[in-house]
């Protein structure tokens, strides 16, 4: 009779114990150990959004002997670099998976999995679904331009009840979202998410996201456009791209300049993608609503022009939190396991357009 070890995969965890006490809901880990045993080992290696942790061979000699009878190995903050070596050494390893700070893939040898055969996923994006919630909630606010009649409310001042004032704000015509014209700059987890809020608004949609399968075109029916295009013919503007070596500084003074008046501009992704210079002096002219949830830089300074505006509505990079900003990791995570352990396709593979929009470098051929 085959042993349990046989028939049942067994799945590794190695991280810091912050990441272990905060990210693993003790539901999630229930649903995975259904169908697999589990195992955890504590690391502490630094972990950077930018560089990969140092390569100590005392430390990955430790995850070898840890990952060597694991089928899949997943790593967070604290683990060192899954390399090519550590794949080496543990031959039944054909699945690893990071649960969050590897959107440059730093934690895990990539190209290594690749040749190897080792499936490599993340679940980076389980901070991302509350982002698209916020930023509809951004362009319901920006097109009434809310944040302005807030402002004098708050200040006791009575015009805040004139028609004029609610109507109208320097020419600015407050709107309903239905029908309106939105672009997206990026369509990843985030813009997928809100195209599925956006649908009920009957709203016409432009997206500006070079690596994404055009077939999103088609499953969500939108216009795959030039970011020019997504900046000059929307009514709503809404920044949902990375940063990356690419984006940043990718909204200048050009390309805030080609949004017509009248538009919303929404950002919910990093304060760097957008000079905020430029930023500022178009919104002084007052044809311009911005709601910000990022700024650079981030925090606000106090004496910051932006923070006077009127036409501007400002939340402190809010956006991502919720009440499983940090269990969705795993929880995500797990579904991932249990497809691939029952003969299933993963989702969230990092593949050779996702490496290559974290780097900042060409999308690969279609």
Known sequence: ?????????????????????????????????????????????????????????????????????LDALVVCHGAPLVSEAVMEACPR??????????????????????????????????????????????????????????????????????????????????????GRKVGLIGCGHIGRRLLKFLAPFEVEVYVYDPYIPREIADIYNVTMTSLDNVLS?????????????????????????????????????????????????????????????VFDPEPIPVDSPILDQENVFLTPHIAWTGARSRTQFFSLMVDELSRFFHGHETRYDLLPRTIANRRGEPPPPR
């Open 1 to 69: 009779m085959p042993s349990r070890r046989e028939t049942r995969p067994v799945v590794g965890l190695a991280c810091n114990k912050d990441v272990r006490q905060r990210y693993i809901d003790a539901a999630d880990l229930e649903r995975l150990q259904r169908f697999a045993d589990f195992r955890y080992a504590e690391f502490n290696e630094p972990s950077s959004w930018d560089e990969p942790p140092p390569f100590r061979p005392e430390v990955q000699a430790r995850l070898v002997e840890f990952a060597r009878e």
């Open 93 to 178: 390893l054909k699945f690893v998976g990071e649960l969050e700070g590897d959107r440059f893939a730093r934690r895990i040898d990539v190209e290594a999995a690749w040749r190897r055969g080792v499936k490599a996923v993340d679940t980076t994006q389980g901070s991302s679904y509350p982002v698209a919630e916020w930023a509809l909630a951004m362009i319901l606010i920006g097109l009434r331009d809310a944040g302005q009649i807030f402002r004098k409310m708050i200040n006791h001042d009575p015009s805040a009840w004139d028609n004029e004032v609610k109507r109208a704000w320097n020419g600015f015509p407050r709107l309903d979202l239905t």
């Open 233 to 293: 013919l929307s009514e709503v503007v809404v920044c949902l791209a990375p940063i990356t070596p690419k984006t940043q500084g990718m909204i200048g003074a050009r390309e805030i300049g080609l949004m017509k008046p009248g538009t919303v501009f929404v950002n919910v992704s990093r304060g760097k993608i957008v000079d905020s210079n430029a930023l500022i002096a178009r919104l002084r002219k007052g044809d311009l609503v911005a709601c910000l949830d």
